[in-house]
């Protein structure tokens, strides 16, 4: 059985060093005399299982077992964008992760959003509890954490507050989401309880000690299930395509499987169907100290086993997209190949809905990723597509945001705003885009962006209401009989509006009001309680006849309405409104004889 080297992405809340950790890890060497170090990938570095034996060799007794592994290799690209966007079948691409967590902040937002994408594709990980420079007092160097962690090197004040943080910050929160973890010299079973590894991205403290938990987790974790035999023809997934001059279209990739051959054929699988083309070349990035001429990066190679990142150069690859999974076989293989990565490229495919909104993202990954945490909260979703925003997606958005206004929006993970695109975006201004490049922060913009809409709709429809008052016929001012009848009210509670149907105490249908004025003789479209003033009523009425002076009319409120106003629009009422309300659904409760009228 032939091993592979486990994939390992990097995790974690922005600016809690995932960067300056894999720039750090990516210079571990065992020291300058003696051969070794990281071997440079396309998109990825390998750490052979020597270098991470020799660095860490005075803690290797902690593992209680011999490392089989051939190495580790660490995907470049840190971020769970990343981590969603390597993607095989049934999961994720990385084997294993590293969750970096500062030490002195604490847990995140981001932080809780990879634990939650590690928990769904269960992948094992251990936290790399970092900036334990910061933490006061502490003395940190270059050197495994475990030889540093002492109180011969250590301030017992900053060992207490080490102590302090590791738990309030970083196990405390653990054990909140359902971890066992502890400081790793303290976790007796790996499988069980999460191993929180201090470490320092500045000084380089803890890097021997991380590097070597995660491969003694790696080990434990995939050797048994036989996760890591290389077998068989390559299996991939696309990093990025990209232009490289003098070689054309290219693809970067990682292959997680088996064995990729120069003049093999492969065979890829995109949303719109299978493409297959001959590999030209495979690329490997050339060590920096063969690399005499800048623009000649890479170097051939005849043949790649599984862990690798690799540059693949074949011509036809304009139709490839990021994410796009692949296999590498002889030609008789081809029919199979197209059918396994068809079959991955529907289960990466997303169930859309009939209406709903629209998705973008750079790579099937992030889409997927993008689509679920949407889903999660019930958002419907018409179209999902890896890609730009172009022209087409904002006039779709636009012709759906008149179903609904809702459905105007654009969802764009990664994505830009193709220039048409932006023209057609200046015509249609009810469609809202939201960017992002972190997935938490696109459904936050998006879930307040629909409170605002939900606001804004909301209002519209309350103004549209019928507003219910009670008002007084007031004696000596029945100015005009009929057609129109025209006299003098009282509103005693409410708002009465133009167009307000109104009847009497009896139920009967009085008319509309059809005009207001004000005291100088203006019209007005609406009045408040307290207020006397003139209205013209239409209607088949005569004054002094159907209504008389002293009488009561009530403003006619739809059923319909009255059960809106009561439900939805309660605290939108003024006080003397509601009392309106409440004594007009007692005369219709009355007049109707329904104890339910208006609930
Ligand atoms: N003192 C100290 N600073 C650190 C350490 N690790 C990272 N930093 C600093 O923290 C800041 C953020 O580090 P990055 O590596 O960019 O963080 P990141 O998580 O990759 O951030 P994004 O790439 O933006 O998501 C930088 O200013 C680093 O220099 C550390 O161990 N100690």
Not at 183 to 210: M, Q, Y
Request: glycine share 6%; aromatic share 6%; proline share 5%.
């Amino acid at each position: 059985m032939s091993l592979r080297c486990p994939i390992v992405c990097v995790l974690g809340h922005v600016d809690h060093g995932k960067t300056t950790l894999l720039d750090k890890i990516r210079k571990t060497r065992v020291s300058q005399r003696e051969a070794g170090g990281i071997t440079q990938h396309i998109g990825a570095s390998e750490i052979p299982i020597d270098v991470i034996k020799k660095v860490a060799k005075d803690l290797l007794g902690m593992l209680k077992a011999d490392l089989k592994i051939p190495g580790l290799l660490v995907i470049d690209t840190p971020g769970h964008e990343a981590f969603t966007s390597l993607r095989k079948r049934g999961g994720a691409l990385a084997d294993i992760a590293i969750l970096v967590v500062d030490i002195n902040e604490g847990f995140k937002p981001q932080t809780i959003e990879s634990i939650n994408i590690l928990k769904q594709n269960k992948t094992p990980f251990v936290v790399a509890a970092n900036k334990l420079d910061l933490v006061p007092g502490w003395n940190s160097k270059d050197v495994p954490f475990v030889l540093n962690f002492n109180e011969k090197v250590q301030h017992p004040n900053a060992l207490t507050e080490f102590e302090i943080r590791l738990y309030n910050n970083i196990i405390k929160p653990l054990n909140e989401l359902g971890f066992d973890a502890d400081l790793f010299t303290r976790v007796e079973d790996l499988t069980r309880t999460v191993c929180v590894i201090p470490v320092s991205a500045k000084t380089g403290e803890g890097i021997p000690d991380l590097l070597l938990m995660i491969a003694g987790l790696a080990q434990k974790y995939l050797e048994d299930n036989l996760k890591l035999d290389v077998k068989g023809p390559a299996k991939g997934t696309v990093l990025e395509v990209k232009e490289e001059r003098g070689l054309g279209k290219t693809i970067d990739a990682i292959i997680y499987d088996g064995i990729a051959r120069r003049g093999d054929y492969i065979v890829l699988g995109n949303p719109d169907g299978v493409v297959v083309s001959r590999v030209k070349a495979l690329l490997k990035p050339k060590p920096l100290d063969e690399m005499r001429d800048p623009r000649d990066k890479f170097k051939p190679v005849n043949m790649v086993t599984a862990a690798a990142g690799v540059k693949i150069s074949a011509p036809d690859l304009d139709r490839v997209i990021a994410g796009s999974p692949f296999r590498i076989v002889p030609k008789d293989k081809i029919e199979e190949a197209k059918k396994e990565v068809m079959a991955e490229v529907e289960e990466l495919s997303i169930e859309t809905d009939e209406e709903g909104i629209i998705i973008k993202g750079d790579t099937m990954g992030s889409l997927e990723a993008l689509a679920k945490e949407l889903k999660k909260r019930g958002v419907k979703i018409r179209k999902a597509e890896v890609g730009d925003i172009s022209k087409k997606d904002i006039i779709e958005a636009h012709t759906y945001s008149k179903i609904n206004p809702l459905y105007g929006v654009i969802l764009a993970f990664n994505s830009k705003i193709l220039p048409d695109a932006k023209e057609e975006l200046e015509r249609y201004s009810n469609v809202k885009i939201i960017q992002g490049n972190v997935i938490y922060k696109i459904v936050e913009d998006y879930e307040e962006w629909i409170k605002k809409m939900e606001e804004a709709l909301k209002s519209d429809e309350f103004e549209k209401i019928t507003r219910p008052a009670v008002i007084k016929v007031l004696p000596n001012c029945i100015f005009r009989k009929s057609k129109p009848a025209i006299c003098g009210i009282e509103v005693l509670c409410g708002t009465l509006r133009v167009k307000s149907p109104l009847i009497n105490e009896k139920g009967k249908k009085i008319g509309f009001v059809r005009e207001i004025k004000n005291k100088e003789q203006e019209n007005i479209k609406e009045a408040t309680a307290g207020m006397q003033v003139p209205i013209s009523i239409e209607g088949n009425i005569i004054l002094g006849r159907h209504v008389k002076e002293n009488d009561i009319l009530y403003v006619d409120v739809p059923e319909e309405e009255v059960r809106k106003m009561v439900h939805e629009y309660k605290d939108r009422l003024r006080e003397d409104e509601e009392e309106a309300l409440k004594m007009f659904i007692q005369l219709k409760r009355k007049l109707e004889n329904n104890m339910f009228w208006g609930i």
